[in-house]
Structures are given as structure tokens and as C-alpha cells.
């Protein structure tokens, strides 16, 4: 017999990675031995990092597991359609403690016929800033395939690339095709594609323990290029409370930032699941047949099924999600 579902919570995968800190076991209470843990993936259907529900009667399963047993009740009708047992979104905490690669990602059309994957859409919502911490995204100038490349060919790639100061509650969209990158000193929350696809075109000429750089990608890179792109990465949001404030609505996701100070009932008109990333103070989320707890650092799934329900706080801000 099917259990009922709930609020769900996974145990985050966490990942060493070179450019990695320690803000997500400070910061964000991510139990981690890692010497750089720069990764928190909070939701994964990605091949291999598949997440493990941690509370509840379904405590122990995966998501593959859910998926298969429960179907639309998780994902929503529309969404079971196209995406089947297939979760479509990767829900990551990101801390660069140092810059981390300049890099783009191919749209779904290159990423299906080269790795038989999804693209990679995404978007960031700073979480914290160290002073003078700044992101990468797009170009400085316009640019054409010939001007960039002679650029990466003379080492100059910095020079035609623009760089923004950042603080907390900044909030960029990263459309396939840009360029990009994450800088030092930077803790956000990633929303994106279910996809690993990244083409790393420039890495600061760094090297790992062994003294071997890594890998860049540069030829399958220049296809992927969208060098016609406009200025438009920065989002801007309204911000009242105890409504959702919608900031960015793409072909494959919905994101608002939701600001709780009372208790606020919620209706899920949209055949979605819900996706809530706790980006400050904490909360409650009941259902007709249970509550969960939330605090900043953490994510919880609603399935599709759960129509009603109840968020609660003093003060506490929300990424809100859906497809």
C-alpha cells in the first residue's frame, strides 16, 4: 500500500570541489569532513547522485524510487507527461571560495545529441557576499566568434568579460549559450535543468594537488555560444511580504522569493510540484496530515499531490519553485 505523501526532505549531496569553502558547514549547518566543500545538492535525479529522503514514512527511499511508485501525485499530470520518472530540476547551495571556471552550457537541442542529457538554464539567488565579491556574466562588449576566440588565444578572455558586484539578494538568469562565472566569496542557492553538462573555457590557469590543470572544453564550447545575446541577466523582484514575488518564469521553471512574517495559506493551482529553498530565518510548513520544519540552508519537496497548505514565520525568505 502507497504511503501518504508529505513535505519532503533529502540528504544533501555534498561535493569537494577545487574552488570550495567552508559557508555551507558554517553558514548553512551542512554536516561535511570535506576540505572544500563547495556543492550542497539539495534535489538530484542526475545519474549516479540520486537524492535519499531523510525524514518520514518514506525515509530511506530515493528519488527514483518515489518517482516510480507515486508518478504525477509527485511531479503533477502535465509534468509526468513530458518528463516521466525523470525529476527535472537539480536544486544546489553553492560557496566559491575561490573563482570558479569560466564556463557556459549547451541548450537542450546540442546537450541531447552530444551527452544525451538535458541543457542546463539556471538561475542564482545570492545568499551572502564577502566585500567586493562580484559573478561573471556575459560580455562587456558586443562580441562575435572571431573576437572571442583570438581573445582565449592570447589570454586577454578577462579583459571582454563583465564582472558585477554582488550582494545578498541579487539575483541573475542564466540562459544557455552565456557566459559565466561564479566569484570568490559568493554563497548562493542554484535553481536549474536536471543536466552536469558544463564547457569550461578558461580556469585561471590553476592547478589541483598533483599539479595538473583541468580539463577545458574549448571545442565543444564555440558551438554552444549564444553570442547574440542581450543584456538582460539581472533580475529585478519586488519584495512584499507574505505573497509570492515572482522573479524568473522560463520554459522550465517558475521561481518567486516569498517573505513570511505571519502565517500565510497556500494553494497549489499549478498541476506542479513545489520547491521551497529556505534562503533565511526559518519556518513551518503544515499539511492537512503533517508539518515539517524548515530552516535557512534547507529544502523541502511538495508533491504535486498536496493542494493546501500552510506556511508559517516570523521572518523568514523562501525560494518558491515549480515547473
Known amino acids: 500500500m502507497k504511503k501518504s505523501l508529505y513535505p519532503i526532505k533529502f540528504q544533501p549531496i555534498l561535493k569537494d570541489k577545487i574552488w570550495g569553502g567552508q559557508k555551507l558547514a558554517t553558514l548553512l549547518n551542512k554536516a561535511s569532513s570535506l576540505p572544500n566543500v563547495g556543492e550542497s545538492w539539495e534535489i538530484s535525479d542526475v545519474e549516479g547522485d540520486t537524492s535519499v529522503v531523510v525524514n518520514g514514512d518514506l525515509k530511506g527511499q530515493s528519488l527514483k524510487e518515489l518517482l516510480e511508485d507515486y508518478k504525477a501525485d509527485i511531479l503533477g499530470e502535465k509534468n509526468y507527461k513530458i518528463f516521466g520518472n525523470k525529476f527535472p530540476l537539480l536544486i544546489k547551495f553553492i560557496d566559491a571560495k575561490e573563482d570558479l571556471s569560466i564556463q557556459l552550457h549547451p541548450n537542450d537541442e546540442l546537450a541531447a ?23 561573471i556574466v556575459g560580455f562587456n562588449q558586443e562580441m562575435t566568434p572571431e573576437k572571442y576566440l583570438k581573445h582565449l588565444e592570447d589570454k586577454t578572455l578577462t579583459q571582454i568579460l563583465n564582472f558585477d558586484k554582488v550582494k545578498a539578494g541579487d539575483t541573475y538568469f542564466i540562459e544557455v549559450g552565456r557566459v559565466h562565472a561564479i566569484g570568490a566569496g559568493v554563497l548562493l542557492a542554484e535553481i536549474q535543468q536536471t543536466s552536469d553538462i558544463t564547457y569550461r573555457v578558461y580556469d585561471w590557469d590553476r592547478v589541483d594537488d598533483q599539479g595538473n590543470e583541468r580539463e577545458l572544453h ?39 522569493i516569498l517573505h513570511v512574517t505571519e502565517s500565510i495559506l497556500k494553494l497549489n493551482t499549478k498541476d506542479s510540484f513545489f520547491i521551497y529553498m529556505c534562503v533565511e530565518g526559518e519556518a513551518i510548513i503544515e499539511t492537512e496530515y503533517a508539518s515539517e520544519f524548515i530552516k535557512q540552508g534547507e529544502t523541502i519537496l511538495l508533491p504535486a499531490v498536496i493542494k493546501t497548505y500552510k506556511i508559517t514565520s516570523a521572518n523568514a525568505k523562501l525560494l518558491e519553485v515549480y515547473v
Open 113 to 135: 545529441k552530444r551527452h544525451n542529457s538535458f541543457g542546463k538554464t539556471e538561475m542564482w539567488y545570492v545568499m551572502q557576499a564577502d566585500d567586493d565579491a562580484n559573478l
Open 218 to 256: 574549448n571545442d565543444l564550447a564555440i558551438d554552444a555560444f549564444n553570442f547574440e545575446m542581450k543584456d538582460d541577466f539581472r533580475v529585478d523582484y519586488s519584495n512584499k511580504k507574505n505573497i509570492s514575488n515572482e522573479m524568473v518564469s522560463c520554459d522550465y521553471f517558475t521561481t518567486s
